[in-house]
């Protein structure tokens, strides 16, 4: 399927010809660039990892509301200081990947 992106917004629009209007910010069909194949293959990948990096976030803050209630539990010492370790591991996790998705943003890899 076709890309074309906005070059009012850089809204990306997946279909075999440019929308009457850009969904985003109204810019007429005019103002769409189709994307050639390598384009176009770049933001399939683009939106692959990026999913994948909003599923290391999500899955980042399950392990930290786990680690949470199993500091709220205090069973013991040993057990407080896993789950405050494994917390600021996962909130460093979940930092990384934020980050990345951000330079992606900034580089119009977002798609």
């Not at 103002?31 to 899955?59: G, I, P, Q, Y």
Request: net charge positive.
């Amino acid at each position: 399927m076709a890309k074309w992106r906005c070059g009012g917004c850089g809204y990306i629009w997946d279909g075999e010809s440019a929308p009457a209007v850009c969904p985003k910010c109204g810019a007429p069909k005019e103002k769409f660039e189709r994307l050639d194949e390598a384009a176009a293959n770049l933001v399939e990948r683009s939106r692959h990892t990026n999913c994948l990096h909003a599923r290391v976030v999500s899955l980042a803050r399950e392990i930290e509301a786990l680690c949470n209630e199993g500091i709220k539990d205090n069973l013991d010492p040993g057990c407080v200081d896993v789950f405050n370790k494994s917390r600021a591991h996962a909130w460093d996790m979940m930092k990384l990947s934020m980050t990345e998705m951000m330079g992606h943003m900034k580089k119009n890899k977002w798609g």
